[in-house]
Structure formats: C-alpha cells, structure tokens
C-alpha cells in the first residue's frame, strides 16, 4: 500500500466514524495490555467504535504516527479529532472528562 493510499484511509476512518480506535490488535483480540484496556474503557461506557488494528502492517503504523504526530498505540480519534493514548483516555475517564467530551460531541447520550 503507498503513503497516499493509506492515509487516505485513515482518513476515512476518523471522517466516517464517530469514534475509531487504533490499536494492537482488535476489541475482541487485544495484542496489548494499554490497547485492552482502551478498548475496555469504550465498552465499559457503551460506545460503539471501530478497531483498527494497527500491528497488521507496519507502513501503516509509521503512515498513522504521521497523520496523528502521536508516537504509540493505542491512539483514540472521536469526530476526526485525536484525544490521545491508552494514559490519557484513562485519566480523563477517572476524572469524567472523556464522557463529557462523547457526550458533547454526540456520541453517547447527555
């Protein structure tokens, strides 16, 4: 796959869905402790997203750090816009901040 294909489709995963997570492996099979647990704060507040997983092909991995200019994984994306790693979408689920965010941006019920 070339650069240009591929963020192509990155894009098109942050601008046709509301919420995307790219991370090492997928919901179901997570391939990394953080990417677990990012995943399993998303299904814990009953958002529905799309898992990329991001392992499948490292041209992909580098072409994302790139788009995202965040250097790991996983990396959550709501309404196109990154919020951040495993780290930070903890801490602002601790502190009710990332629910506030879904709810504003119409992604989980106010």
């Given at each position: 796959?070339?650069?240009?294909?591929?963020?192509n489709?990155?894009?098109?995963?942050v601008?046709?869905?509301?919420?995307?997570?790219?991370?090492?492996?997928?919901a179901?099979?997570?391939?990394?402790?953080f990417?677990?647990?990012?995943?399993q704060?998303?299904?814990?507040?009953?958002?529905?997203f799309?898992?990329?997983?991001a392992?499948?092909?490292?041209?992909f991995r580098?072409?994302?750090k790139?788009y995202?200019?965040w250097?790991?994984?996983?990396?959550?994306f709501?309404?196109?816009e990154?919020?951040?790693?495993c780290d930070?979408?903890?801490?602002?689920?601790?502190?009710?901040?990332?629910q506030?965010?879904l709810k504003e941006?119409g992604?989980?019920a106010?």
């Amino acid at each position: 796959m070339s650069n240009e294909t591929i963020l192509n489709q990155i894009k098109k995963d942050v601008t046709g869905n509301d919420v995307v997570l790219y991370m090492k492996g997928t919901a179901a099979q997570p391939r990394c402790g953080f990417s677990a647990v990012a995943a399993q704060i998303l299904g814990a507040l009953g958002v529905a997203f799309k898992d990329v997983d991001a392992l499948s092909d490292p041209e992909f991995r580098d072409t994302l750090k790139e788009y995202s200019n965040w250097p790991t994984l996983p990396q959550l994306f709501v309404k196109g816009e990154l919020v951040g790693g495993c780290d930070i979408m903890k801490e602002m689920y601790q502190t009710g901040e990332l629910q506030e965010l879904l709810k504003e941006k119409g992604v989980i019920a106010a």
